[in-house]
């Protein structure tokens, strides 16, 4: 297994009994990312057994408290349990005079280097393992999705190949890295020795935004898409006063985009019962699943 997401939040401005504000832990490879921390986000991770020191990027997406207003006990409880390991968040304007005035007030001591980054629309940002990229979307403050791809790693060797044109072993990080092989007798070119890498994977996160089909190009082909679905389309006038999407609206641009797997979350407090939300997004994309809480979805 090469990752997972495990949803920790699921419900949109009010949280209910069962389903807490925004929230996930997203590993992949090197990278253990949070995206969102909305109340209660530290108590999902502790109740799901997943450790908050591993962390060591989070993207808060906008500054609507739904989906920022765990961070700062989050980064305090890290504080207090001794993390040393450096962490950087990555925020919209704004966000690191809140945590400033909220530390400051406090007196509180960090017992790590905490780095808060200003997101801008358009830029990549290179992680360990993987880069993201930073997309804006429309809502009623600055908003920002994430399309996370993994950094192409290096070809595989076609040992057989190798082994039989008696192909050195020291020659095989610079195959591996797409170069040809060459010695004084001859040139064997790289396609020969190695095979492709594989199309790398790609994770987008879509929350808090109004239908913006325009954007199915940045999104095309990503392998597993999280798109907000607060409301059904019984409620789209309701939606577009809110710029938030409906379920169907979520399967239409996953439609759109080609992608692989849809998720659908941000739920309305209004709804007990998710399940006519998923028939709804279906309807339109029929690979999708439920963001519920303590789901994890392997990436294999």
Excluded: W
């Excluded at 909305?38 to 591993?54: A, D, I, W």
């Excluded at 007196?107 to 808060?116: A, E, G, I, P, R």
């Excluded at 920002?144 to 070809?155: I, K, L, P």
Aim: charged fraction near 20%; charge should be negative; hydrophobic fraction near 35%.
């Amino acid at each position: 297994m090469r990752g997972s997401i495990t949803i920790l939040g699921t419900s949109s401005a009010a949280p209910t009994k069962d389903r807490f504000h925004s929230g996930q832990y997203f590993t992949f490879l090197r990278d253990v990312v949070l995206i969102d921390c909305g109340e209660g986000t530290q108590y999902r991770l502790l109740q799901y057994g997943l450790n908050y020191q591993k962390i060591n990027h989070i993207f808060i997406s906008h500054l609507h408290g739904d989906h920022y207003l765990g961070l700062p006990g989050l980064i305090n409880t890290m504080a207090l349990n001794s993390r040393s390991k450096p962490l950087t968040v990555y925020g919209p304007s704004g966000l690191s005079t809140i945590l400033d005035a909220h530390f400051s007030s406090g007196k509180s001591h960090l017992s790590f280097d905490l780095t808060v980054k200003e997101l801008q629309a358009g830029e990549r940002i290179e992680l360990k393992s993987m880069t993201c990229e930073v997309v804006q979307l429309e809502h009623r403050i600055p908003c920002y999705g994430f399309r996370f791809v993994q950094n192409q790693s290096d070809r595989k060797l076609n040992i057989t190949r190798c082994e039989e044109l008696n192909i050195p072993i020291s020659a095989y990080s610079r195959l591996k890295e797409g170069a040809d092989y060459s010695d004084e007798h001859r040139q064997i070119g790289n396609a020969e020795l190695t095979f492709p890498s594989g199309k790398p994977f790609s994770y987008g996160y879509m929350t808090d935004t109004r239908y913006l089909p325009e954007l199915s190009e940045v999104f095309a082909e990503t392998d597993v898409l999280y798109h907000e679905a607060t409301y059904l389309s019984t409620l789209i006038d309701r939606a577009e006063a809110t710029f938030h999407s409906t379920a169907q609206q979520a399967g239409k641009f996953a439609r759109l985009s080609a992608v692989n797997q849809l998720i659908i979350g941000h739920f309305s407090s209004r709804y007990d019962d998710l399940k006519p939300l998923l028939e709804e997004a279906r309807s339109e994309f029929p690979n999708t699943e439920l963001a519920v809480e303590a789901k994890t979805f392997e990436i294999s």
